[in-house]
């Protein structure tokens, strides 16, 4: 497992953007795929994007095709997601999880979430 910590969450303006980061400490991301996820109040969490460190691969739920961005930073050991034209609907806690592969299994481990909230 490899310990993930999310930062960047806070409260935007619908239309807005952030940035969030998600940093591992004490193991290197190379050979994981590392994946964003939301939970809204009441709802069941979800997945949101991912991406294989190597970057060749990468994946977005229908939801924000087109709005967020995943990307990682090798020299930082910190992955990304760039959430622009951001709506109330996006409010949520967002979590950063990490697995060893791009196509299935279980994300073996996460971080503590980081709360994003968009008015309206």
């Known amino acids: 497992q490899v310990q993930l910590v999310e930062s960047g969450g806070g409260l935007v303006q619908a239309g807005g953007s952030l940035r969030l980061s998600c940093a591992a400490s004490?193991?290197?991301?190379?050979?994981?795929?590392v994946g964003w996820f939301r939970q809204a109040p009441g709802k069941e969490r979800e997945f949101v994007a991912k991406?294989?460190?190597?970057?060749?691969?990468?994946g977005y739920a229908d939801s924000v095709k087109g709005r967020f961005a995943i990307s990682r930073d090798k020299s930082k050991n910190t992955v990304y997601l760039q959430m622009n034209s951001l709506k109330p609907e996006d409010t949520a806690v967002y979590y950063c999880?990490?697995?060893?592969?791009?196509?299935?299994?279980?994300?073996?481990?996460w971080g503590q979430g980081t709360q994003v909230t968009v008015s309206s």
């Open positions: 991406m294989e460190w190597s970057g060749s691969n990468t």
């Open positions: 004490e193991r290197s991301l190379s050979s994981y795929t």
């Open positions: 999880a990490a697995r060893r592969s791009f196509y299935h299994g279980d994300w073996g481990s």
